[in-house]
């Protein structure tokens, strides 16, 4: 059986609220030689506190929920990194769950955090996605502490983290224009996410800045699947004024057209120029390694936390937004038109 509360008062002989007392905080009220007993006790008995008890008391429980979609796109890890990093520093655990881009698994695993009676979540949610409005209604409704990351949902307002994304595209496209390319591809996300709107805006801002015509011709929507065929993107190249560059909305996309370009004998950068977004290690591991807009995503994931652990202390205060910033990093991937 486990260590209880009465175990420990029993074996220092004090009362159980001086045990709980001593051991939920470090209480001026009581000397050091008396919190060193109850706590040598409570190592030696093997005392772990019991959370769902302290939950069902109305204390928090020190864990929060986080939704993330999935833990094999590589872009996610620095992130929790940066979420597990601070949390332990501030004395809160993390439970973690996917939700693999299905809306089902996301109502299914915040119900589940739910229970477990976390102080807050943060959630990365499914973008476009309606069918779960109700279940975030009812998380603002109750003053549940959520910080979403990445993507907003739409008409429920939480505390945000993201990514000055307009800049850093807008970065990107202007040193590629530096380098004195003039037809320069966008290989896109294929949604209508704010991510892809505040990229693309930084693309054709760039483009006018120099006064270069945008051509929406040359915004590609890129595959969600890293194997997914290339026929349309190397027909672009095979045209007889085809572009000499590429920018990359994602770092996993700038790898697909890599890969599929050099498959089809053209070489980076000498053919093609390409720069990504993100500063993922798939793309630090090329044989030509990636130009890109770095995003520091411990950061992403620090701030979440900072947000979340704000809003638990004060659930009424307004909404905040943190947008991480960018920086490019220049790499081998591109060259310069002569």
């Not at 940066?82 to 004395?91: P, R, S, Y």
């Not at 652990?309 to 490019?328: D, G, V, Y």
Request: contains cysteine; aromatic residues 8%; positive net charge.
């Amino acid at each position: 059986m486990p260590s209880t509360l009465k175990d420990i008062a029993k074996h220092v002989k004090l009362s159980v609220s001086t045990v709980s007392n001593i051991l939920s905080s470090s209480d001026s009220r009581y000397n050091k030689a008396t919190q060193k007993r109850v706590l040598q006790a409570a190592e030696e008995l093997d005392y772990h506190p019991n959370k769902a008890a302290r939950s069902m008391q109305g204390l928090r429980t020190k864990v929060i929920g986080v939704l993330v979609p999935d833990l094999a796109n590589s872009y996610f890890p620095d992130i929790i990194h940066g979420i597990e990093h601070e949390a332990d520093k501030e004395g809160y655990q993390v439970l973690l769950c996917q939700t693999y881009y299905n809306e089902s698994d996301e109502a299914r695993k915040i119900s589940l955090l739910r229970q477990h009676r976390v102080d807050g979540f943060i959630l990365f949610p499914i973008p476009f996605s309606h069918r779960n409005n109700k279940i975030f209604e009812k998380l603002k409704k109750g003053k549940i502490p959520v910080v979403c990351v990445d993507s907003k949902i739409d008409h429920i307002k939480f505390d945000f983290v993201g990514t000055e994304d307009y800049k850093g595209a807008k970065l990107a496209v202007s040193r590629l224009v530096e380098l004195k390319h003039k037809k320069i591809l966008c290989l896109s996300f294929g949604d209508e996410s704010e991510i892809r709107s505040e990229r693309l805006r930084g693309y054709t801002d760039a483009l006018k800045k120099k006064k270069l015509k945008f051509d929406k011709n040359l915004v590609l929507p890129g595959p969600w699947e890293a194997d997914a065929p290339a026929d349309f993107l190397i027909s672009l190249f095979k045209k007889k004024k085809p572009p000499t560059a590429i920018f990359a909305m994602s770092d996993l996309l700038a790898v697909w057209a890599y890969t599929q370009l050099r498959a089809a004998g053209y070489q980076i950068p000498k053919d093609v120029s390409i720069i990504g977004f993100g500063d993922l290690h798939e793309g630090r591991c090329l044989d030509t390694p990636l130009t890109t807009v770095a995003q520091d995503r411990e950061e992403m994931g620090r701030k979440a936390i900072s947000l979340l652990l704000a809003r638990i202390k004060k659930p009424n205060s307004r909404c905040k937004e943190a947008l991480i910033e960018t920086k490019l990093i220049n790499r081998a991937s591109c060259f310069g038109v002569h």
